[in-house]
């Protein structure tokens, strides 16, 4: 079992004359503990973890001595995965989490931090530690060819069991009393300085190449944020490294002229073959979610037999096998390769030929849906889904052109976006029916084989069947909002 510990906390810097206030009215502050930590941080030469927000270290000292990987997370906080400080050598499993952001180069030490830190928690009328407040004492020496030694003062508020809100209640006591919201967000980014520049975002002159190319790093940067999560196998993860795969591989597909084709079609393909393994274990979970819902949501006199047995042995099983497959591609040199190839995408060309592109891909899906529109009963579920891929490939062509060029074509991208999602979303829906039919209709075949009842099946086939027929009342009214 992997130690995962959720950070909420902010960082304040100081001057050294800051004196922590009392933060009356919010509870006591205990007596305080002074600590002495010292801690390691590694990362590879050209400082590709603290580019992607993500810290590795061993520290010693304190309550907490060991090897930690902190991770970003939703709304500011960072998962920090922990080790024991055995040896000096990167621990196996950090290593693997970490590889996506470091491509696989050698993580090595560049910096060591001594921090003596007073900490004071903030407690509660019931004895529990709502916040700690840690006012550290920092020495940074840079390793490398010109060791440089930086000093400061700071203090970080992390929350215990406090409600989140408290944390604004105890900034403003310390702002009051003279601290400021830091301007690096961790110790190591300030230690570094300079070090670390994030590439600048795309203004209004800025040429399609640059725009493209922004909102590239941004879903290479998406997919990798991922990387970690879908190793721990966290919720939501698969789905969402898996979209940042189609968004690169549409974005890629839709603009293909402003790229060199020699270089962009062998890694569509490649992202093709992520996105089919992450797909694998991505339908197993959203199969299983929807039918145990749907199961779940019927009658008790309505469920004969093991039903949702069943469903959670198949489809559970398929996932954990999928989800096999997929930290197999991770861990492969094939995974790097496509990621070292996103890297060095240079798209270029002008502003103009975004829009022309959008256009291109607004008659792609008028092409699928007149293609639907004639397909026999017995092939319309298959053309729907081509309408349904030409529409993502929009919709995301969209998203990366809403900068190109001033308002105007700003607020088009953006009306197209909206449309194509909710075109996409409803016959993704439409998919997962037909898909959820055919798992179920073998469900209920096996169910009979091994002697049990099959009605459930056959009623939740009937469900299903229902839902998609309801989904496609609505397809004509988005079909035209997307394509006027």
């Known amino acids: 079992?992997?130690?995962?510990?959720?950070?909420?906390?902010?960082?304040?810097?100081?001057?050294?004359?800051?004196?922590?206030?009392?933060?009356?009215?919010?509870?006591?502050?205990?007596?305080?503990?002074?600590?002495?930590?010292?801690?390691?941080?590694?990362d590879t030469a050209d400082h590709r973890l603290a580019a992607a927000r993500t810290t590795l270290r061993r520290r010693t000292g304190g309550t907490d001595a060991g090897w930690h990987l902190k991770l970003p997370a939703e709304g500011g906080a960072r998962d920090e995965i922990r080790e024991p400080p055995d040896g000096d050598d990167v621990p196996a499993p950090l290593a693997a989490l970490a590889r996506a952001a470091t491509r696989g180069a050698e993580l090595r030490p560049v910096v060591r931090l001594v921090t003596e830190r007073t900490v004071s928690e903030l407690v509660g009328p019931t004895g529990d530690t709502l916040v700690e407040v840690a006012d550290d004492r920092v020495t940074a020496h840079v390793l490398g060819p010109a060791d440089e030694t930086t000093s400061w003062r700071e203090v970080e508020v992390e929350l215990a069991a406090g409600p989140p809100e408290l944390l604004e209640a105890v900034e403003r006591c310390l702002r009051k009393a003279g601290a400021v919201p830091a301007a690096s967000g961790s110790k190591l980014a300030r230690a570094l300085g300079g070090r670390v520049v994030p590439p600048r975002p795309p203004g209004r002159k800025s040429s399609?190449?640059?725009?493209?190319?922004?909102?590239?790093?941004?879903?290479?940067?998406?997919?990798?944020?991922?990387?970690?999560?879908?190793?721990?196998?966290?919720?939501?993860?698969?789905?969402?490294?898996?979209?940042?795969?189609?968004?690169?591989?549409?974005?890629?597909?839709?603009?293909?002229?402003?790229?060199?084709?020699?270089?962009?079609?062998?890694?569509?393909?490649?992202?093709?073959?992520?996105?089919?393994?992450?797909?694998?274990?991505?339908?197993?979970?959203?199969?299983?979610?929807?039918?145990?819902?749907?199961?779940?949501?019927?009658?008790?006199?309505?469920?004969?037999?093991?039903?949702?047995?069943?469903?959670?042995?198949?489809?559970?099983?398929?996932?954990r096998e999928a989800h096999g497959a997929a930290l197999e591609a991770l861990d492969s040199d094939r995974y790097l390769a496509l990621l070292t190839g996103l890297d060095a995408l240079t798209p270029s060309g002008r502003r103009k030929r975004i829009l022309r592109r959008l256009d291109r891909a607004r008659a792609r899906v008028r092409k699928a849906a007149a293609a639907a529109d004639a397909a026999p009963p017995e092939g319309r579920d298959a053309a729907l889904h081509e309408v349904r891929k030409a529409a993502k490939r929009a919709r995301y062509a969209a998203e990366a052109a809403r900068s190109a060029r001033g308002r105007p074509a700003t607020r088009r991208a953006k009306r197209l976006a909206k449309r194509m999602k909710a075109l996409q979303g409803l016959l993704g829906e439409h998919h997962d029916t037909v898909a959820a039919r055919e798992v179920l209709r073998t469900m209920g075949a096996q169910a009979y084989l091994a002697g049990e009842n099959g009605f459930s099946f056959g009623r939740l086939h009937a469900l299903e069947e229902r839902r998609g027929e309801d989904l496609l009342r609505e397809y004509p009214r988005l079909r035209r909002a997307a394509l006027r």
């Open 1 to 42: 079992m992997v130690e995962i510990h959720r950070e909420v906390e902010r960082k304040y810097d100081v001057d050294p004359s800051f004196r922590l206030p009392a933060l009356d009215g919010h509870g006591h502050l205990a007596e305080p503990a002074t600590l002495r930590l010292e801690a390691t941080y590694y």
């Open 208 to 319: 399609a190449g640059e725009v493209l190319g922004a909102y590239l790093r941004e879903q290479v940067d998406a997919l990798v944020a991922q990387d970690p999560r879908v190793r721990l196998d966290r919720h939501d993860s698969v789905h969402r490294m898996r979209v940042a795969t189609r968004r690169l591989r549409s974005v890629l597909a839709a603009y293909r002229p402003l790229f060199d084709r020699t270089v962009t079609e062998p890694l569509r393909a490649e992202l093709r073959w992520l996105g089919a393994v992450l797909g694998e274990a991505r339908d197993a979970e959203v199969l299983h979610a929807r039918l145990r819902a749907l199961a779940e949501s019927e009658p008790d006199d309505l469920l004969l037999g093991p039903v949702l047995a069943r469903i959670d042995a198949d489809l559970g099983g398929r996932y």
